[in-house]
């Protein structure tokens, strides 16, 4: 498995456990079956508490059953489970960095009892509803909205492309409250309560091993203990992004780095004119420059790891991050695709399915054009959303 400058040698015995165990979840329980599912547009669901019961959702949080492991074996984690399909890791980070997270860190104790405990083990199952129809980049300009009645809350609105919204117990809802100028908050809303709907987005041509739906509200009534109380504006969704996109910066190069083992291997053993072809310097020419863009992944991955275990990491370190690692990982997966010749279109080998998965990689959490400007707003002081 490429480690070209042996990060590996450096981990400590816990890290190196998560990501041996990891990697053989993914030998054994999803290689086999990935590309079969992600034809048939399925997630497989056997897998949701086997992955709970395996410590895969926040592993990174303390109390509630939850290991409190290092950043990096965080990070590591979400490598081996994208190296088996971006679908799977957005199941983790899901759970994990956007929905049990923001319970863990902005909820009272009742909702931490409440759902933490189930939602580590994979007994429950939450999204996190923040893009809508109409608002996907400026997430500000949500037009969810609630509205205060006696000791409840009113939901109105849409969400659009929540992963996991069908199959969810809970949906973490972010919604302007009219009763208090119009300041963001995060509702626990019960994905069977009135009002509710949670529709499947279909014919999807990326993410298809990933169940992806709409949550519609309407007239949706909440207890005002459904808040989470600690944190209100655009700081609440936009620190779960953090989390979640720290862990995309690693599962990217997972992707990659499967899709450069797989075209090493093809160029081993598929001989054209008499020889394999990775005999040929065009071959080698791909494969060193895949080896070389992965490895800079790698290196800029576990000093991200670094920063945020000495809690000096800034939102902007990961932007550049997942900005640089999502598109390194969606170009190489193109070139390993094109090593693979016809066979390389095919479900039967992983670059072509990891390459189609890597446009939503680049375009949810942040697209690759506004991490882009971010760092721009950071490097340069001026801003250039508008
Ligand atoms: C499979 C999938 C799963 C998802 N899961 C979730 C989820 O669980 N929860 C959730 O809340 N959301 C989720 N998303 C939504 C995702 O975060 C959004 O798609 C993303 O933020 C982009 O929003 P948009 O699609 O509306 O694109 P838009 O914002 O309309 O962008 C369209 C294009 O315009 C560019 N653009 C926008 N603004 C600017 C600007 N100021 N300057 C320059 N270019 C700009 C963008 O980079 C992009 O190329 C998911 C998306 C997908 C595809």
New binding site residues.
């Given amino acids: 498995m490429l480690d070209y400058f042996d990060l590996g040698s450096d981990l400590t015995e816990e890290e190196r456990m998560v990501r041996d165990t990891a990697r053989q979840f993914v030998d054994e329980k999803v290689k086999p079956d990935v590309g079969e599912h992600w034809i048939e547009g399925t997630f497989p669901k056997e897998l949701i508490t086997e992955m709970g019961g395996l410590g895969f959702y926040a592993p990174n949080l303390d109390g509630y059953g939850l290991p409190d492991l290092s950043q990096r074996a965080y990070g590591i984690l979400m490598q081996e489970l994208e190296a088996g399909d971006s679908g799977l890791r957005s199941m983790a980070s899901?759970q994990g960095a956007?929905v049990m997270y923001p319970i863990h860190a902005f909820g009272s104790d009742e909702q931490k009892e409440e759902y933490l405990w189930d939602l580590g083990t994979g007994e429950k199952v939450g999204?996190?509803?923040?893009?809508e129809p109409e608002h996907?980049?400026?997430p500000s300009g949500m037009e969810t909205h609630a509205e205060k009645d006696g000791d409840e809350y009113v939901l109105n609105g849409a969400?659009t492309?929540?992963?996991n919204s069908p199959i969810a117990d809970v949906a973490i809802v972010w919604a302007k409250d009219r009763s208090d100028d119009d300041t963001v908050r995060g509702f626990l809303v019960d994905t069977d309560v009135d009002g509710v709907s949670t529709n499947k987005i279909d014919e999807?041509l990326?993410?298809r091993a990933?169940i992806?739906g709409e949550i519609g509200l309407n007239d949706v009534r909440v207890n005002e203990s459904d808040v989470l109380p600690e944190v209100a504006g655009m700081k609440g969704p936009l620190s779960c992004l953090t989390q979640a996109r720290y862990g995309i910066a690693w599962g990217a190069i997972g992707a990659a780095r499967d899709c450069f083992e797989t075209a090493r291997q093809y160029a081993i053993d598929r001989e054209q004119f008499g020889g394999p072809i990775g005999r040929f310097q065009l071959q080698q020419d791909k494969l060193a420059e895949m080896a070389t863009q992965i490895t800079l992944a790698q290196l800029l991955a576990d000093r991200l790891a670094e920063l945020k275990e000495r809690g000096e990491m800034r939102p902007q370190h990961v932007s550049m991050a997942k900005r640089n690692n999502v598109r390194m990982a969606r170009d190489q997966s193109r070139i390993a695709r094109e090593m693979l010749g016809g066979n390389g279109i095919t479900a039967d080998y992983s670059p072509m399915r990891h390459m189609a998965n890597l446009e939503?990689v680049y375009?949810?959490?942040?697209?690759?054009?506004?991490h882009t400007?971010i760092l721009g707003e950071d490097l340069t002081g001026l801003q250039a959303?508008?």
């Fill in positions: 899901v956007l999204c996190f509803g923040l893009t996907g980049s400026n969400k492309w929540i992963t999807k990326s993410l990933s992806t939503t375009t949810y959490e942040g697209t690759h054009d506004i400007l959303y508008q």
